[in-house]
């Protein structure tokens, strides 16, 4: 501000005068205040603008580092992805050709397989085409068999007939026991009904064939199995060490299996009957000591070649039921084919004409 003029007790012509010359100086004090004021306000506008670029500079500046950062935050993420990606579509291309390769392989095998299967179904028709043919084959030669079978029945029974009679036959088994004293005679005899001619022509015919020969004479009883006892040609202590019994008599011959497993459901294995062992059956031959009709049946004995025909059963016990239990309890040896300790002797087996009943 200017300087302060005191005024005292003056005049007022001189007062008027002052004034009128103190005007103007208070006008050019205002000038200069406006002036001031003006620069003041020039500066402020000036340092405000300042400041705010200023400000806005540096705000931009961090915005700036700021959006530079998240740019490279936004490539480095770009460019995991890329790699991901690249990552993936790198193994799905991988997985692709493994699976283009597989289904190159696929269809190499799809049509190997249809190959080997049109190979196959030839094979398989033809298989069928020969099994058909093997099936008539088969047929005819059981027709044949059949036919063969009867012919050896009628064969058999007029054989039979003419030579032995029609029957009922009887046949006669005489034993003997080791007693262990050379002078005590420790025998006994076995009566046998053979069965109906018409029934077992063969069978029957057959037996009596290689009894009437004597074929079975010097034999023994020789197993007890349990279900069954069993003779045929085997030592015994009547028996020349020199000259063991054995089945060549029966082979020379010409009687010694039978030619077929006759069989009649007529006549079946119950106990005490005699059938021939074996397959084919004979010249062995068993008494049932029980009922048997099952085991020994058509069918019984799957392990022989054909399963469904059965032991021949062609005789039953007529007489000497004692001595074919006392047969039946006499102790064997180990082993499971239940050899007896001390074979009884069969002396000799013959046909009776007339027995007595």
């Given at each position: ?119 196959l179904q030839t094979q398989v028709t033809e298989g069928e085409n020969k099994l058909k043919r093997t099936s008539d084959v088969e ?139 074996g397959r084919p059956g004979g010249p062995e031959f068993y008494i049932n000591m029980k009922d048997n009709i099952k085991p020994h ?61």
């Amino acid at each position: 501000m200017g300087p302060v003029v005191m005024v005292a007790d003056i005049p007022k012509d001189i007062e008027g005068n002052y004034r009128r010359v103190k005007t103007p100086i208070k006008k050019k004090s205002s000038w200069c205040s406006l002036s001031t004021f003006m620069f003041l306000i020039i500066f402020v506008l000036i340092g405000g603008y300042a400041y705010v670029y200023y400000h806005e500079r540096e705000m931009l500046k961090a915005q700036l580092i700021e959006q530079d950062t998240t740019m490279r935050e936004l490539e480095m993420n770009l460019s995991m992805k890329f790699d991901d990606k690249l990552k993936r579509l790198q193994d799905d291309n991988a997985r692709l050709k493994a699976e283009s390769s597989e289904g190159d392989k696929s269809r190499i095998d799809n049509a190997n397989l249809k190959d080997q299967n049109r190979k196959l179904q030839t094979q398989v028709t033809e298989g069928e085409n020969k099994l058909k043919r093997t099936s008539d084959v088969e047929k005819m030669l059981q027709k044949q068999k059949k036919t063969l079978e009867k012919n050896i029945q009628k064969t058999s029974k007029a054989a039979c007939l003419e030579k032995f009679g029609p029957g009922p036959h009887t046949v006669e088994i005489h034993t003997r026991f080791d007693s262990g004293d050379k002078n005590k005679v420790d025998q006994g005899w076995i009566l046998l009904e053979l069965a109906p001619l018409d029934e077992m022509p063969h069978a029957v015919y057959w037996f009596l064939e290689q009894v009437s020969r004597g074929l079975y004479d010097g034999g023994s009883f020789h197993r007890n199995a349990g279900h069954v006892i069993q003779g045929g040609m085997t030592p015994n202590f009547l028996s020349d060490p020199k000259k063991p019994p054995n089945e060549d008599k029966f082979k020379t011959t010409g009687f010694d299996s039978i030619l077929f497993q006759e069989y009649s459901p007529n006549f079946p294995h119950k106990k005490y009957t005699l059938g021939y062992a074996g397959r084919p059956g004979g010249p062995e031959f068993y008494i049932n000591m029980k009922d048997n009709i099952k085991p020994h049946g058509p069918g019984g004995q799957s392990h022989y070649e054909d399963p469904t025909e059965a032991d021949v059963c062609f005789a039953k016990v007529k007489k000497g039921f004692d001595l074919v239990e006392r047969i039946h309890k006499l102790p064997v040896k180990d082993g499971s084919y239940k050899a007896l300790k001390d074979n009884v002797a069969i002396v000799s087996i013959k046909i009776i004409k007339n027995p007595k009943k």
